[in-house]
């Protein structure tokens, strides 16, 4: 497992950015402090949704140490009260007409320090009218709901879109012609990323230069700069958005938030730098949740398990206001990949995202864009299925996966799915967790009153949007760049347009260069994370980094190849069809001894030589990457659970994945991604929940309620791999950041129904907390997502 | 109201309010913000400093409270001669990803390997319960102690034999 | 980050100089302690105390030790000090069980046995595994300037969830435990995650005669509604009857039914009605094999 020595490309290396985080010495946002910088603090709504009638910020503002309190009033003034959200409609940045979530922000104090504004929250008096809520997304469209979003004009419900995909038409005559049919609800409940640092962001306006600064928490850097000049109206060369180190994001710090704008206000009105840190409750109740996908699925099949069609119907809760992060063509995000890993005859969804009383998000916490809630439908429609029919799950996987032959594969709901051998995959899995032995234990177990399950997930994933003809995000096509600089002594410096959140970007992007141009990964600095410094590009989320920036990133090494080329041909005085590339050098084809390094090479191109038609000097090169296809990893994980049903506890015994992301820059790497996502299955499986009462309140806004995995629910994860390269990808490499979040909450969820399934208990809905696992095995589930009574 | 607390072997004597937590006093008094805060009930545990060689969550303890006591943050850990084992584990067995929670898993570490040198995974497991880490699923942390353990093992039998 | 609101605070270093304090500041002033409960609610400015009086450097108060007959524990003693103490796993083996899954490891350095009583959260394992072994609590308070005492049995102390007998003043000093040898002492919890307060807990300390008569016993319950944490019917139906799991079962039915739990997320009624009668049973069940000495 450990690591001696750097290798020159791709390998087990250590993180080069470790040496500053074991010293304390990251800088996440809440460690920049500028001098003279003042606090912001938010008072938010107690209310789900009520009308504002007054706001009396009189005491707040006379309290000694008070900078300034802004309401939405004020922002009404500077055109800022509503902001554009990713997905083409408008969120408050301060309520100004009524609150429509619990914990939406009202007013903003901009303070000395955080404790006083702090203390002015409670001074500030607000009057509201209570209105009726909508808690519940299946009453959101009901005649007599309150509309929530009366703002817009015309608006006399709660819905927001309907979204169709596949052939509706050939679906049903499939599901009309088929000799087993079965139908479930599932829920994909509401879960919150909560990365152990929240949201925040230092702003810093100088009114001199007209030039803004943000420090913030965000994945997307460039298009955060983007957003600001059309929200502020601010010009885009005088914005520079600085994302530093980030404490974890999974998809929760794509979004712009108002505490980020607020911060610039402040700002701007104090003429002083303004910090914005959030606290844990407001990160959990006012950031982008994820899912709350309300699904009704249904599978046909023939009699021995041959499967031929699914179909899908989806009530989609996206909160107060539609903030959905995602490519904006796609209304539901990636969800219609949900055929998953299997050959069918037809498929068709249909979609309808509808407002509630709660707060916006819905795609944000390592999801893939929506793949999480296809996967966990159609891997729990299998399992559904396989209860139906009495067969093995493995079996029935087995019967109706696609062939490594198949692909490429275009999928009835139009995916074309790049490479794969799924068979092998799942075969692995199989061979180390010693499947048939498991199934005899499991039997010997049962006959002894113990319940033991074994639960197995397959899942395949598209990562790496674009190509931005079909993928944008509010008109941005989803491409990236990438600049490399050779400097004369042969070090390197690599600007990328993605921004780490804890993945190792400063690693792996070096290696992926030193895979190309034989230099050092030590020798390699990699810029992020500043827009001043670094090309455009649409950030880090959808595990976007490796298939488009890793792209890049190979594709302007070999442009720096190319030029170092030409560079080394003037050097030996031979023709560049005559140098042959040998990682770190060129050498004379036929004669190894006459060769120059990529060192050498590049003092030259900064020398006095005379340098060949075709380069300038230098050997930098810039380029962007628009990607032509997703790239598609898979998985196999199988995960064996022990459920005491007399108590509803569960222990999860193992958890064997096998992944398959193609090529690996750095297995380590590669490795803790997949770990990291094996725990976020286990806790949205068993315990992540974002429930809310009747009015609209938060059942789970603080890390006692909203329970996160630790260490003892987590087994020793058992990984395998296989490598099928992505053949439209320049290293052959796959995305893995979200793999193991979108895979492994199917294969928890199966493995305690498959415990479950003595006592007749076909299907569950998460989290299985040891009520819900007692209420299922007593033939009474619990519906998961409302207060429990 | 005055304070005098020792960090990191060294004495720092402030004027504080008695409301001030720890943590702040430590990122925003001494400007020592290696220690992180995460949660505002005690759940995450990224706030973990030592006082007076135990693991506390400084997110819940008054600077007040520490007056005249000793107090251990992630800065403290290297040594004169080199990192602490338990630093050189984590980078030996990527037992980090963002860094969020690594200076407190690092200090608990220390103070587990301290009174028990040769901790089980499962103590280890037990050790670290009380801190989140979202990123690493906890295998790679766990193996980061044992490196230590097994380090710090070879270490001592080198000087003694 | 959640701040509290200002206050004042005095670190005291004795007994009478927090009862000096507690007089003087009157009856808006705290006793802080390990500060797990109450600073949290102070940050959500749902507790304003307007003074803090913290009894960390209060030595005289942190202390395990047997004295007349009975194991004393200082109010002071920290959860850790409580797990790890092979003097009270000598007696009563369920403070083990109970210490191991109440919060974490690090909270458990910091909260202390005292504050975790006056806390009286409905769902307070101690409470329970406490209630199970017949504990009393000392209280010491001023009055005039003149110190007194009184001892409060356990299954007396608590007024309603969050209330205690311990007036404005007042301090509880110490908790004691007869030692009564030749039992088996057990707790059991279900909670939704490590770390989790109970979704219901039981804990059991019982006797038996050389004919396998359970001769006395003790069962705590915690968040299960059940009245000063103590599942009294189920205790009285024990007596005089043989250590079976017959009759073991029975006792849970009676805990079960005499239990009254509130749904809240941790689970609905039926289920933890259901709990407070499964782990009644489980808890007899190790705490009756201990007795035996068959279990580890």
């Known amino acids: ?789 | 109201m005055q304070i005098t607390v020792t960090v990191n072997g060294e004495s720092h004597t402030r004027d504080v309010e008695p409301r001030l937590l720890l943590v702040h006093f430590l990122r925003n008094e001494l400007g020592l913000t290696g220690t992180h805060w995460g949660c505002d009930t005690s759940n995450c545990g990224v706030c973990t400093v030592t006082l007076d060689g135990v693991p506390v969550k400084s997110c819940t303890v008054l600077a007040v409270m520490a007056d005249g006591k000793q107090v251990g943050t992630v800065e403290g850990l290297e040594r004169a001669d080199g990192l602490d084992p338990v630093q050189q584990g984590f980078v030996q067995c990527h037992g980090l990803q963002c860094g969020f929670c690594t200076p407190g898993m690092m200090l608990t570490a220390r103070c587990l390997l301290d009174k028990n040198p040769d901790p089980s995974e499962q103590e280890i497991r037990e050790a670290i319960s009380g801190q989140l880490c979202r990123c690493t699923g906890y295998e790679n942390i766990v193996r980061s102690v044992r490196w230590a353990a097994e380090h710090e093992a070879a270490a001592k039998a080198e000087v003694t034999s | 980050m959640q701040v509290p609101a200002a206050f004042e605070y005095a670190k005291a270093t004795t007994v009478s100089q927090t009862l000096e304090l507690l007089s003087q500041w009157g009856e808006d002033a705290r006793v802080i302690a390990g500060g797990h409960s109450l600073i949290p609610m102070m940050k959500l400015r749902l507790a304003r105390p307007t003074a803090l009086i913290d009894i960390n450097d209060v030595s005289e108060l942190s202390y395990i030790r047997v004295e007349g007959g009975e194991l004393r524990i200082g109010a002071l003693t920290r959860h850790a000090e409580l797990l790890d103490s092979a003097l009270v796993e000598e007696h009563y083996r369920i403070f083990r069980d109970a210490e191991r899954v109440i919060a974490d490891p690090i909270v458990r350095n910091r909260g202390t046995v005292g504050g975790s009583l006056c806390q009286a959260d409905p769902a307070e394992d101690l409470s329970a595994a406490f209630a199970a072994v017949d504990a009393s609590v000392v209280i010491q308070g001023a009055q005039n300037g003149v110190q007194r005492s009184r001892t409060v049995k356990l299954t007396e102390f608590h007024v309603g969830p969050y209330e205690t007998v311990v007036e404005a003043g007042e301090l509880l000093t110490e908790v004691r435990v007869p030692i009564r040898p030749g039992g088996g002492s057990a707790y059991t919890k279900v909670e939704r995650r490590v770390g989790d307060w109970a979704v219901a807990a039981a804990g059991a300390a019982i006797w038996t005669d050389a004919a396998g008569t359970v001769s006395n016993v003790g069962i705590g319950l915690a968040a299960v509604g059940a009245e000063h944490f103590r599942a009294a019917e189920a205790e009285a139906y024990l007596v005089g009857k043989p250590a079976t799991e017959e009759s073991f079962a029975e006792a849970g039915r009676i805990a079960a039914e005499h239990s009254n739990p509130v749904a809240d997320q941790r689970g609905p009624v039926d289920y933890k009605r259901h709990l407070a009668g499964e782990l009644t049973v489980r808890a007899l069940r190790a705490a009756a094999a201990r007795a035996r000495g068959q279990e580890a």
């Not at chain 1, 190319?562 to 031979?574: F, G, P, Q, T, Y």
Request: with cysteine; net charge negative; hydrophobic share 40%.
């Open chain 1, 1 to 789: 497992m450990t690591v001696t020595e750097t290798p020159m490309g791709f390998g087990r290396m250590h993180r080069k950015e470790d040496a500053r985080f074991v010293r304390g010495k990251g800088n996440y946002v809440d460690d920049v402090n500028l001098p003279g910088m003042l606090h912001g603090s938010f008072l938010r709504s107690p209310y789900a949704h009520a009308k504002i009638v007054s706001i009396d910020t009189s005491a707040a503002e006379a309290l000694p140490g008070v900078k300034a309190v802004i309401t939405g009033a004020v922002l009404e003034t500077l055109k800022l009260a509503w902001m554009p959200t990713l997905s083409y409609d408008t969120q408050a940045v301060l309520a100004t007409d009524k609150v429509r979530f619990q914990n939406q922000e009202v007013a903003f104090v901009v303070a000395e320090n955080h404790y006083i504004a702090r203390d002015a929250l409670e001074l500030i008096e607000v009057e509201y009218e209570p209105l009726p809520v909508v808690a519940d997304a299946k009453q959101a469209l009901a005649p007599d709901a309150p509309v929530i979003r009366d703002d817009k004009e015309g608006k006399t419900d709660n819905h927001i879109f309907d979204w169709s995909a596949g052939d509706a038409e050939k679906t049903d005559a499939v599901f009309a012609s088929s000799e087993v049919v079965v139908g479930e609800d599932i829920l994909y409940p509401r879960v919150h990323p909560s990365p152990l640092e929240t949201c925040g962001a230092v702003a810093d306006f100088d009114k001199v230069s007209g030039k803004l600064t943000i420090y913030s928490t965000t994945q997307a850097p460039h298009a955060h700069r983007t957003v600001y000049a059309l929200v502020a109206g601010l010009p885009e060369h005088k914005i520079r958005v600085i994302s530093p180190d980030i404490g974890g994001g999974f998809g929760g710090k794509v979004g712009i938030y108002p505490g980020y704008v607020l911060a610039i206000v402040g700002s701007i009105v104090t003429g002083k730098p303004v910090k914005w840190m959030e606290d844990r409750n407001e990160h959990l109740t006012a950031t982008a949740f994820a899912r709350d996908y309300h699904m009704r699925g249904e599978i046909a099949a023939t009699k021995d398990g041959k499967i031929r069609a699914l179909r899908v119907k989806v009530l989609a809760d996206h909160g107060a206001f539609n903030g959905t992060a995602q490519p904006t063509k796609f209304p539901a995000g990636f969800f219609h990949i949900f055929t998953g890993s299997y050959d069918l005859e037809a498929a068709s969804c249909d979609v309808t995202g509808v407002y509630t009383n709660k707060a916006p998000g819905g795609v944000a916490y390592a999801c893939s864009f929506r793949i999480t809630e296809a996967a966990y439908l159609v891997e729990r429609m299998i399992d559904v299925l396989a209860f139906e029919l009495k067969m093995d799950p493995a079996e029935l996987r087995l019967k109706n996966l696609l062939k490594p032959e198949q692909f490429p594969y275009t999928t009835p709901t139009g995916w074309e799915y790049d490479s794969g051998d799924y068979p092998r995959a799942l075969r692995l899995a199989m061979d180390m967790v010693e499947y048939d032995k498991l199934r005899a234990e499991q039997a010997d177990k049962l006959s002894r009153g113990e319940y033991m399950g074994i639960g197995i997930s397959f899942f395949t994933e598209g990562v790496g949007a674009g190509p931005r003809k079909h993928m944008d995000i509010l008109g941005l096509g989803m491409a990236d760049g990438a600049e490399l600089r050779v400097h004369p002594t042969g070090k390197a410096v690599l600007r990328l347009s993605v921004q780490t959140q804890g993945q190792g970007h400063e690693t792996t992007f070096a290696q992926i260069v030193a895979e190309e141009l034989g230099i050092s990964p030590d020798d390699i600095d990699v810029v992020h994370g500043d827009t001043d410094q670094t090309p455009f590009g649409l950030g880090t989320y959808g595990s976007r980094s490796t298939p488009v920036s890793g792209a890049a990133t190979a594709i302007v090494a070999r442009k720096v190849r190319d030029r170092a080329r030409i560079v080394a041909s003037a050097m030996l005085e031979v023709s560049p069809d005559d140098l042959e590339w040998e990682k770190g050098k060129f050498f004379v084809k036929g004669d190894p001894d006459q060769a120059k390094t990529i060192q050498e090479i590049a003092m030259a191109a900064h020398s006095s030589l005379e340098l060949p038609e075709g380069v300038e000097g230098h050997l930098d090169a810039t380029t962007v990457y628009n990607p032509p296809n997703l790239t598609y990893p898979f998985g196999a994980y199988i995960c064996v659970v022990d459920v005491d049903p007399a108590t509803g506890q569960v222990k999860v015994r193992r958890f064997i994945a096998v992944d398959d992301c193609g090529v690996r820059i750095n297995p380590m790497i590669v490795e803790g991604q997949v770990h990291g996502g094996l725990a976020d299955g286990i806790g949205m499986a068993l315990m992540q929940l974002m429930a809310f009462d009747e009015d609209g309140n938060h059942l789970g806004a603080s890390l006692m309620d909203y329970l996160l995995p630790t260490s003892l629910e987590c087994p020793s994860w058992e990984l395998g791999e296989t490598v099928t390269p992505s053949p439209h990808h320049p290293i052959g490499a796959k995305g893995v950041g979200e793999s193991a979040t979108v895979g492994s909450p199917a294969a928890v969820v199966n493995a305690v129904l498959d415990a479950l399934k003595p006592l007749g208990v076909r299907h569950a809905d998460m989290p299985l907390t040891p009520s819900n696992v007692w209420r299922a095995a007593q033939g009474r589930p619990i519906r998961t997502d409302l207060a429990i009574s």
